[in-house]
Antibody
């Protein structure tokens, strides 16, 4: 079945780095755009980043631009989020999600498959 | 682009008709999606392109609107619909903003 499984979360000190991964299965990963979305404790959803199916387009929320990097390894069906210079306010559950867009470089339509999330806690 | 959802919360009974609105600070054509999130779970896509029902979603859910004003309607609220609902704009980059959410509670 279609599935996304995140990993790599944990407790990290402010200023340090963490790399999240998302393993995809059950669909042709290399054909779809992929997102990262986060949710701080007790708060709403915050979109973080998106990458097109081939990696040629990527966009970031202002809150993470310059600190986070989204990437993908299509042969390994894996999405990554490299998070540097972490701050207290980056504490959240991080979800990866598949976009509806098929072979689209420049437009995305909504996230139809979500992982279970991985928790990142930034604390000294 | 800012998305303002209203109300932020509502109480309703099973069988009620419920309408949630999402207003964009700038026109976003029809690039709007709606999600449902139950506590402790990942969000679920309900509607995309403002009015297209995602496969497998019950027909009591419907979406409408374009430009700046959008609505999500649940025609007859069911027990499993008590959750938080979010809109998201996918028209204006780089930030694909979510609305603040609407919590639907049991009256």
């Amino acid at each position: 079945q279609v599935q996304l499984v995140e990993s790599g979360g944990g407790v990290v000190q402010p200023g340090r780095s963490l790399r999240l991964s998302c393993a995809a299965s059950g669909f042709t990963f290399s054909s779809y755009g992929m997102h990262w979305v986060r949710q701080a404790p007790g708060k709403g959803l915050e979109w973080v980043a998106v990458m097109s199916y081939d990696g040629s387009s990527k966009y970031y929320a202002d809150s993470v631009k310059g600190r986070f990097t989204i990437s993908r390894d299509n042969p390994k069906n894996t999405l990554h989020l490299q998070m540097n210079s972490l701050r207290d306010e980056d504490t959240a559950v991080y979800y990866c999600a598949k976009d509806l867009s098929y072979f689209s470089r420049d437009h995305f339509y909504g996230m139809d498959v979500w992982g279970q999330g991985t928790t990142v806690t930034v604390s000294s | 682009i800012q998305l303002t959802q209203s109300p932020s919360s509502l109480s309703a009974s099973v069988g009620d008709r419920v309408t949630i609105t999402c207003r964009a600070s700038q026109a976003i054509r029809s690039y709007l999606a709606w999600y449902q999130q139950e506590p402790g779970k990942a969000p679920k896509l309900l509607i995309y392109a403002a009015s297209t029902l995602q496969s497998g979603v019950p027909s009591r859910f419907s979406g409408s609107g374009s430009g700046t004003d959008f609505t999500l309607t649940i025609s007859s609220l069911q027990p499993e619909d008590f959750a938080t609902y979010y809109c998201q704009q996918l028209n204006s980059y780089p930030t694909l903003t979510f609305g603040g959410g609407t919590k639907v509670e049991i009256k």
